[in-house]
């Protein structure tokens, strides 16, 4: 069965440092997102991409953050200048279209990034 | 912004009870959705509702789909103990808004 993938699973960064958090959606899908989970705490919606451009974004997606599809491949999520706060876990998800039935998205196991 | 409030926070059962959990909205979602979350992994989507008024069953799972379309709950019967994790219940138009999820533990 086809799924999500993200690479690496665990990510540990000094504060200030730039990170790249990637990820392969599923083949068929054209719908990407990543969605963030602090330690404990709900999982939250940080930016939807289609058709190479961002679709909406959380209020959470500020200056520091960035989203790219560098080939037809992967969904990378960058964050510029890493804050302690930014330390949670971060999922990529995909589906095929947007909105409506039956088009659910499909989420990835998910990169844990420490921010020292 | 929109809201989900998802209770109870955490459940201590027996196995082999049955379990039941709820999830209401401050506004109107057009899909809910209902996840399963175990340690290190990401949300696995359990039952999807598009109808209000919809009643869906998956296994062991049942899950229905307020009239109003701001509300729904999740039954689990008979839980076993892999049954253990976090439930989040989520409402979808585009971009997907989780409630804060019910944590369940199950006791031998």
């Known amino acids: 069965e086809p799924e999500v993938t993200q690479t690496p699973s665990h990510q540990v960064t000094q504060m200030g440092q730039e990170v790249i958090l990637r990820c392969v959606p599923i083949?068929?899908?054209?719908?990407f997102y990543w969605y963030r989970q602090i330690l404990g705490q709900k999982v939250e919606f940080l930016v939807s991409f289609y058709n190479n451009e961002i679709s909406e974004k959380s209020e959470i997606f500020d200056d520091q953050f960035s989203v790219e599809r560098p080939d037809g491949s992967n969904f990378t999520l960058k964050i510029r200048s890493t804050k302690l706060e930014d330390s949670a876990m971060y999922f990529c998800?995909?589906?095929?279209?947007?909105?409506?039935?039956?088009?659910?998205?499909?989420f990835g196991p998910g990169t844990r990034l420490t921010v020292l | 912004g929109q809201q989900l409030n998802q209770s109870p926070q955490s459940m201590f059962i027996q196995e082999g009870e049955d379990v039941s959990m709820n999830c209401t909205s401050s506004s109107i979602f057009n899909t809910w959705l209902w996840y399963k979350q175990e340690p290190g992994e990401g949300p696995v989507l359990l039952i999807a509702l598009y109808k209000a008024g919809e009643l869906t069953s998956n296994g062991r799972l049942t899950a229905q789909f307020g009239i109003t379309r701001k509300d729904s709950f999740l039954n689990i019967s008979a839980s076993i103990p892999s049954d253990v994790g976090i439930y989040f219940c989520a409402g979808r138009d585009d971009k997907i808004i989780f409630g804060k999820g019910t944590r369940l533990h199950i006791l031998p």
């Open positions: 998800a995909s589906s095929e279209t947007a909105g409506g039935p039956y088009n659910e998205q499909f």
């Open positions: 083949s068929n899908h054209l719908y």
